[in-house]
């Protein structure tokens, strides 16, 4: 007798069962062991990025298998909108997608459409092969599959800023994400995601968005930033990713027990080169 087993809520879903905001971090490196690490901290999700990082649809399996038990959320970034890329990241069993760059309520009403099955979407059927469904141990998946699945879509472009409402309006988007990195550049501001303007424009997303009764969330590593936009309402923040952790902790030990200034040439000549 085969076991039956169900889909885990989505990030809709404890979004708003939640009475305070979710705090989650990026998880970059590639690796299942890191993101294992991540799922065990006692943040609320994590972010599985394909677009910045080396991930391919094995690595990013496998890190949704990692993370799997734990009490924390997984959401997975998409490379870009490409339909057969997200046919591919849900039947691997990825249930809360984030697109990158959407500037438009049509494109974000293609996203719909393709995370959803005929009739009300392009979806290729193949739940009998994809962990998405626990190969057909999910009760009823083609008929539930709707429920089982989160779409949030990326606000990166003045363009995006501009048409935010009715992008935030399409029915099937379950909430919106600033990208302030890449709405700096697309500002002429490039590298200045806490710049007055960049701040602005993010703080009059969260403003609209919440007006319309769907979650927001952006992306903040600076403390200061990231409280200023849960205190305008944001649903959910990243604060921090795995490989920038581990880059400035490291930094941070050679800058501890590496003193050129005041060693020796013989002894920088007998410390160990590793």
Not at 108 to 137: E, F, I, K
Request: proline residues 6%.
């Amino acid at each position: 007798m085969p076991i039956r087993v169900a889909a885990e809520p989505t990030f809709r879903d404890v979004l708003a069962g939640s009475d305070r905001a979710q705090v989650g971090m990026w998880v970059c490196s590639g690796s299942p062991l890191m993101a294992e690490i991540c799922a065990g901290s006692g943040l609320d999700w994590l972010l599985i990025d394909t677009e910045h990082s080396p991930n391919g649809l094995e690595s990013t399996l496998s890190q949704l298998q990692a993370v799997h038990g734990y009490p924390i959320v997984p959401l997975v970034r998409a490379p870009t909108g490409e339909r057969v890329i997200v046919k591919q990241l849900l039947d691997l069993g990825a249930q809360n997608l984030l697109i990158p760059m959407i500037d438009t309520a049509e494109q974000a009403r293609d996203m719909v459409a393709a995370v959803r099955y005929p009739p009300h979407g392009v979806r290729g059927v193949g739940s009998a092969l994809a962990r998405a469904s626990r190969w057909n141990r999910i009760d009823d998946y083609l008929v539930r599959a709707n429920e089982t699945i989160a779409l949030f879509v990326q606000i990166e472009t003045t363009d995006a800023v501009a048409n935010v409402s009715e992008i935030a309006a399409v029915d099937g988007i379950d909430g919106l994400f600033i990208g302030p990195s890449d709405l700096a550049a697309s500002m002429g501001l490039l590298g200045q995601q806490d710049h007055p303007d960049v701040v602005a424009s993010a703080l009059r997303c969260i403003r609209a968005v919440t007006a319309l009764g769907k979650p927001v969330g952006v992306n903040a590593f600076a403390p200061a930033t990231a409280e200023r936009y849960l205190a305008a309402g944001a649903s959910f923040v990243l604060v921090g990713a795995d490989v920038a952790i581990l880059a400035r902790a490291s930094e941070k030990l050679a800058a501890t027990f590496i003193r050129p200034d005041t060693e020796s040439a013989d002894e920088a000549g007998q410390r160990p080169s590793y």
